[in-house]
């Protein structure tokens, strides 16, 4: 959020992490290490938590920990569902984020997925809505500036025909 420093997702030796390096270039630091896939890292607005989801629960879930990788918490609660895509209100105080039946593995389109919204500090899930979409409905920040609503995709497959 300050301009200073960039958090992405990278394979290194074949396990994938959450990594920040500063913006101006230089060394990359290493925030998870926990074996499995740690994939979407995303600031809160103010800067002190990046949150991300992973499957080192043996589910994808999400997760958040401290801008320096300390304090990894799982945040996803509720029924058992692949949680992807965490996205942070403007005001910090929710998140929104994409799930999929368990059985779905990554995060493929064309599948149905749940949109989601629960407190960031942690707390019950609402369902928005369940739609037709995939991997685009919702994987990048789409909030309003105001906070008051967010962007998201859905789509159906249409058969050709006459």
Request: net charge negative; hydrophobic share 35%.
């Amino acid at each position: 959020p300050d301009g200073q420093t960039l958090a992405y997702c990278a394979s290194r030796n074949g396990e994938y992490d959450v990594y920040t390096i500063p913006a101006a270039g230089g060394a990359e630091t290493r925030l998870t290490t926990a074996a499995g896939l740690d994939d979407g890292p995303e600031y809160t607005p103010d800067g002190q938590y990046i949150y991300f989801n992973s499957d080192r629960s043996g589910l994808m879930r999400i997760w958040r920990m401290k801008a320096n990788g300390e304090g990894q918490e799982m945040m996803s609660q509720g029924p058992e569902t692949a949680d992807w895509f965490a996205h942070i209100s403007p005001d910090g105080k929710w998140m929104a984020y994409i799930s999929y039946d368990p059985s779905v593995k990554g995060h493929p389109a064309n599948k149905d997925v749940t949109l989601r919204l629960a407190p960031s500090g942690g707390g019950a899930a609402r369902t928005l809505v369940t739609l037709f979409g995939g991997q685009g409905t919702m994987n990048v920040p789409s909030w309003a500036p105001d906070g008051q609503s967010f962007a998201f995709v859905s789509y159906r497959l249409v058969k050709a025909g006459r």
